[in-house]
């Protein structure tokens, strides 16, 4: 018989469970909180939650010790040591907030622009740029532009959506699973049951990365790919597919732009541009009446081959033939791109076959009714079952963007957007391609003490939509929408700091960042971040005057601002997970959910949104002032979420409006949060079957959508193989148009912005000595941490607490290497020493380690020998912010020409073995941390619910 001691397994664990919103990453799942007293006992998946249906990961489960953290600021601070000191004064948030107002307004009187207002992921970006909006700086964005804008704007300009947030695999029913350099802290309790699913199915995995972890591991097929040249490689599988004509001609003649006639006219203004009729609809050329017809009309039969003559005699060729002409270059042959990728021609031959037969031969049929955005009906819902999935490794890249569009039209080609078995949708998603929301902050756009006149944030059409000073320069100190980034969906974040200290283009009084470590691992080349944050000049004084952080830790970031404003941890606040930001939808589904505090704070602190909108009250900005000037919103970001409206009927939150019954559009209904709260903290409404696919022509689902109000138009939307945008911007290089790029851009415009999409080598690689630097080094996210908080999680931090450099064996025996060696990696920024690991699974080209587990001794509340701090490192140290100066003297950021997407994986390393051991470098000096409690020796937690106190 067994001597275990019998356990009651019914025993409450807590005394009350409270249900919210995880944010332990971006999956945003539901959580029960166990609570005893006011104490967090434990944390689970709340099984009745859209997302996540009972899962939880480890980070999720660790969200105790994200909350009892050391490391949380204890109140607000103003600094009275030199940045960098960490030597700070508590203050009252009385004198916090008036130090802030008195800043602000000063700035706002004098010239807006002069403050640059950026946040890291908050996810609560709706409120955040409604507030910059109202202040009236053009200078706002987020943490996007260093993170994943290529896969978000690549995918939106061409086929209204992308992946992850904006939408997920047909887990029930794809076959064919194509993963391409995927971060594995973002969403992965959803993929990793989806991948189960799928191999319970027998379905194949292809995961096509340098390194074999994570999801790579699971797969049944690795690619180990070379850094940077997915791109080519998919080139490669376009080439065949274009080869052995496995192509859906059905699919693209309705619902892409294939057969639309783009004008051949060398050195015209128009050279290709779309041929339009009078009314400025795209042509095509019908073959059953042997003419020109609007490309929208629903009757007509598109040439997808084939010079046609215009009525002003000049030529038009259709997309479709341009498209095959590129890929069926030899350039493309997977024999031509072997060496440059590392993945064998006959593999790549294999993956395309495969594709091809599992899309044209396992076709999905569901007998379900649908009828489409011409009235047609459809008896079926006919897919084909591969799906793909993409994110970061893609998007930190300077070919990131034109690669992201390479991958989504393989997805076209195929015919698996938004079928059954392929990619699909989330609602509020697919948007038109381009998306209709446009940036505003240029020039005229900025008055003292005036709104800007719409979102800083959008998708130029053209030239004309560029965000431009008086003489054509950047008109915002990230240079988004200048000639540098045309089409900067989301900024340029990892320019801000280091433009502003060398005043280019502009000097700005006041920086205010949120939850956004740029002292750290959120800047390239770390130590020239720090000298531009500590930079004064000839009279003693700061470059940058004043600087505002608000974070819930003590950051790296902490010590050089000047005025600290603490947040709340996620169980302390109230969060909204809005459709008007990035909501929790899934295919089948509408949702988005809310966080609400489930304990008090023990702390001087105050949620950020909270204190925002204080902030716009006190300065008076219109949305948050009545017209007497009182607070708008004096109930704070609680009543914020109920009261405020988008448009009329359209709040925040889409469920439980007017009287509770209604959802998407609906008065404000003062019970919305307590019904949130009682429904698990979530609201979700699940789509009419027959609106599930084809959401881009489904007629009723873009009409549901526009009475929901989650679209604008009832128009389909049009995917598009071929982008105008980019071709406009192509002529303004050229000399076409009335906004002229300077000289120095023109070739740049030429080169990068090809309508259609190409692969051209890693900027890094080309414009640095690469023979010098022969490896390429690149960062991996780890599965059990997200971005730099997990790595001060003490439960966390048991799993990972120093990272190490993974290299091949091959490299290790070259260099005479062996596992927990120390090496020095020299980039030609400059060099880090660290240790190494010896691995197969890695690409024989690249060295790797894992993301944001190196610290600076003094923070986040760790101890003087942590090993984060003694043998953890960095690569940011090794990388440029900026591009070699070009002739003239310019220097580009190190940045995808097209987007301004930080090009944080283009890195080239040299490796060596360093003599002896110690520690790693380089070395700063530990911070200081006046106003936090000592660093404990020792972090536990849950001793006070032993019923023996031990």
Not at 102 to 128: E, I, N, Y
Not at 466 to 478: A, Q, V
Request: hydrophobic share 35%; charged share 25%; with cysteine.
């Amino acid at each position: 018989m067994s001597s275990s001691p019998p356990i009651d397994l019914n025993q409450p664990v807590g005394d009350r469970v409270e249900k919210t919103t995880c944010y332990m990453c971006a999956c945003r799942c539901g959580i029960d909180v166990h609570l005893r007293g006011d104490k967090v006992r434990y944390i689970e998946g709340n099984r009745d939650h859209p997302v996540n249906k009972g899962v939880l990961c480890g980070k999720g489960s660790a969200g105790i010790m994200q909350h009892y953290s050391p490391a949380r600021l204890q109140a607000p601070m103003k600094r009275v040591g030199p940045r960098g000191s960490g030597q700070f004064e508590e203050i009252t948030w009385d004198e916090a907030l008036e130090i802030a107002t008195s800043w602000l307004g000063d700035v706002r009187r004098r010239d807006p622009k002069q403050l640059a207002f950026f946040t890291g992921r908050d996810q609560s970006q709706s409120l955040t740029g409604l507030w910059a909006m109202q202040y009236g700086t053009p200078n706002f964005a987020a943490h996007g532009g260093f993170c994943s804008v290529n896969m978000a704007a690549g995918g939106l300009y061409t086929f209204g959506g992308a992946f992850w947030e904006f939408g997920d695999p047909d887990w029930e029913h794809t076959k064919y699973f194509l993963l391409f350099g995927v971060a594995e802290d973002h969403a992965s309790n959803p993929i990793k049951a989806g991948i189960g699913k799928l191999k319970g199915r027998g379905g194949k995995v292809v995961s096509v990365n340098p390194v074999r972890t994570g999801y790579a591991a699971v797969s049944d097929e690795w690619v180990g790919i070379k850094p940077g040249t997915d791109g080519l490689f998919v080139g490669a599988l376009i080439h065949e597919m274009f080869r052995n004509r496995t192509i859906d001609l059905d699919y693209l003649g309705r619902y892409t732009n294939s057969g639309w006639l783009v004008i051949q006219d060398a050195g015209a203004a128009d050279d290709g541009l779309f041929a339009r009729d009078e009314d400025g609809a795209a042509l095509v050329f019908d073959t059953e009446t042997q003419q020109l017809s609007n490309a929208m009309n629903p009757d007509a039969r598109a040439a997808m081959t084939g010079a046609r003559a215009l009525p002003d005699g000049r030529q038009a060729r259709p997309v479709f033939e341009l498209l095959a002409e590129r890929f069926l270059s030899p350039d493309y042959a997977p024999e031509a791109v072997a060496a440059e990728t590392g993945v064998s021609a006959e593999q790549t031959r294999r993956i395309a076959a495969e594709l091809a037969r599992v899309a044209f031969e396992e076709e999905i049929v569901l007998d379900r009714p649908w009828t489409d955005w011409a009235g047609r009906k459809h008896d079926k819902m006919i897919g084909r079952p591969v799906s793909m999935h993409a994110m970061r490794g893609i998007s930190a890249h300077s070919n990131g963007f034109q690669t992201c569009r390479m991958i989504h039209i393989l997805q076209i080609l195929l015919g698996t957007i938004d079928c059954p078995g392929g990619f699909r949708y989330k609602p509020p998603y697919p948007k038109q391609t381009p998306p209709n929301l446009l940036p505003h902050g240029a020039s005229g756009d900025i008055k003292p003490e005036m709104p800007l006149g719409g979102p800083h944030l959008g998708f130029p059409h053209g030239p004309e939509h560029l965000l431009l000073d008086d003489e054509g320069g950047p008109n915002r100190i990230d240079k988004a929408f200048s000639w540098d980034a045309p089409m900067s969906s989301h900024g340029l974040m990892h320019m801000v700091i280091n433009n502003a200290a060398r005043k280019d283009p502009y000097a700005i009084d006041v920086l205010f960042l949120y939850m956004a470590n740029m002292a750290w691992n959120s800047s390239m080349n770390v130590p020239g971040t720090l000298d531009a944050l500590t930079a004064t000049d000839e009279n003693g004084d700061y470059v940058i005057p004043k600087i505002i952080y608000s974070d819930a830790y003590y950051s790296e970031t902490v010590p050089f601002a000047d005025l600290i404003l603490p947040d709340t941890t996620y169980l302390e606040r109230y969060d909204c997970i809005s459709l008007l930001d990035r909501p929790i939808s899934e295919p089948d589904y509408l949702a988005d959910s809310i966080r609400h505090p489930v304990v008090k704070p023990d702390r001087d602190v105050r949620g950020f949104q909270e204190v925002l909108i204080d902030l716009g009250a006190r300065l008076g900005l219109p949305a948050f002032t009545m017209e007497d000037g009182s607070p708008r919103y004096p109930g704070g970001y609680a009543d914020y979420i109920v009261n405020h409206e988008r448009k009329p009927g359209i709040g925040p939150l889409s469920g439980f409006r007017g009287d509770g019954t209604e959802f998407g559009k609906g008065a404000p209904n003062p019970d919305q949060l307590q019904r949130y709260i009682d429904n698990g903290a979530f609201f979700e409404h699940r789509l009419d079957p027959s609106h599930a696919y084809f959401k881009h022509a489904n007629r009723g689902y873009l009409d549901w959508g526009i009475e929901k109000g989650i679209r604008l138009s009832p128009e389909p939307t049009i995917f598009q193989l071929y982008s105008e945008p980019l071709q406009k911007f192509r002529l303004a290089g050229r000399g076409h148009g009335e906004r002229q790029p300077p000289d120095r851009a023109r070739e740049r415009l030429e080169r990068y912005f090809d309508p259609l999409p190409f692969w051209y080598p890693p900027f890094e690689g080309t414009q640095v000595a690469s023979g010098a630097f022969p490896l390429h080094a690149i960062t991996q996210r780890p599965m059990h941490m997200y971005h730099s908080w997990g790595s001060q999680n003490a439960w966390l931090r048991q799993i990972t607490a120093a990272n190490r450099l993974y290299i091949h064996r091959s490299v290790g025996d070259r260099i005479g290497a062996e596992d927990d060696d120390w090496v020095w990696l020299r980039s030609h920024l400059g060099r880090v020493k660290c240790q190494v690991r010896l691995m197969d699974g890695v690409n024989p080209d690249t060295v790797w380690t894992w993301n944001a587990i190196g610290k600076r001794r003094g923070a986040w509340g760790l101890s003087a020998d942590a090993p984060e701090s003694n043998q953890g490192f960095l690569l940011n140290h090794l990388i440029s912010e900026l591009l070699p100066a070009r002739e003239g003297g310019y220097s580009y950021s190190n940045s995808d020409p097209i987007t301004g997407q930080a090009a944080w994986f283009d890195l080239r390393v040299a490796i060596e073995k360093a003599d002896g051991a110690g520690t790693t470098e380089p070395f700063f000096e530990p911070l200081g941390a006046s106003g936090q409690p000592p660093s404990p020796s020792k972090l536990a937690y849950g001793a006070e619910f032993r019923k023996d106190g031990r």
